[in-house]
């Protein structure tokens, strides 16, 4: 039977330290050892997680910006991606800067390269999200007046108070093409931030495309938030750690350890005598 692991990255798959313990990884390249084929499903984009998953057989095809974009790593291209049109995203931009916020507009290139375009650097948590973010390199940096107007936008990010942040959620939850998720971003400085991309893509419609194009019978997967209710409900089995919020785990086939002490990583073993 052809099924395929999928594993959300943080707060499922990572630990406290966002990264990928010993035990994970030696459990990974078990699985890996034993012909059982894995892969990610992560709202991070793909140089997000490019660090965090070199190195861990990562072979297979990757869903990044929660179905947004699927990413042929053997390839090196991407076979879907899902963008904001010119109306969306001066509705999210206009949102974002009637309120003050300055918002990260990330696009993708002639060449499939990843590209941020910024207004200005104006406040702490938007140099801590682009340290977060690894955008601190220059070349992935560029000022918004230098936006071409045919940019592909896959998604635009903010960071701010809990006031504005929902001012700009309220605003998205009348376009109907638009989807938003949020949280905090800095604990003890209320700092919240704000994700916005296209509303047809979903970590669940990106897996039942994956299920036809790699003929798979079953797909299991794990996930902790919001983000992941789609891939839930696409998924033949679906397991939360006990971090999760309790939308993801009421819909869970079952409920495994902490994120941050190898639940998943546990739980594999155990499921697939790995031990």
């Not at 903010?158 to 905090?184: C, F, K, M, T, W």
Request: contains cysteine; glycine residues 8%; aromatic residues 6%.
């Amino acid at each position: 039977m052809m099924e395929l692991v999928v594993f959300d990255l943080d707060g499922t798959l990572l630990d406290g330290n966002s990264g990928i313990s010993g035990f994970t990884s030696d459990t990974l390249k078990r699985l890996s050892d034993k012909g059982i084929p894995y892969t990610v499903a992560t709202g991070r984009t793909r140089h997000g997680a490019s660090p965090v998953l070199q190195g861990h057989r990562f072979h297979l095809p990757h869903i990044y910006k929660n179905g947004v974009m699927i990413w042929h790593p053997q390839q090196q291209r991407y076979s879907s991606r899902k963008t904001l049109t010119p109306h969306e995203f001066a509705s999210v931009m206009s949102a974002c800067e009637q309120v003050g916020l300055t918002p990260f507009v990330f696009t993708l290139d002639a060449s499939d390269n990843s590209v941020t375009f910024h207004r200005s650097t104006t406040s702490a948590a938007d140099r801590e999200l682009i340290r977060v973010l690894g955008l601190d390199n220059s070349t992935r940096m560029r000022s918004i007046d230098d936006l071409p107007s045919d940019a592909a936008v896959t998604h635009i990010n903010a960071i701010g108070q809990l006031d504005q942040i929902h001012s700009v959620l309220r605003r998205v939850e009348n376009e109907a093409h638009l989807v938003a998720y949020s949280g905090l971003a800095l604990e003890g400085q209320g700092w919240h931030w704000i994700d916005v991309h296209h509303g047809g893509a979903s970590k669940g419609d990106a897996l039942a495309s994956l299920k036809g194009t790699m003929e798979l019978e079953r797909i299991i997967c794990f996930g902790d938030s919001d983000n992941d209710l789609s891939m839930f409900e696409t998924a033949d089995e679906c397991y939360a750690p006990a971090n999760a919020n309790d939308a993801i785990k009421s819909l869970a086939t079952g409920i495994i350890g902490h994120h941050d002490e190898d639940g998943v990583a546990r739980f594999l073993r155990q499921r697939f005598d790995l031990a």
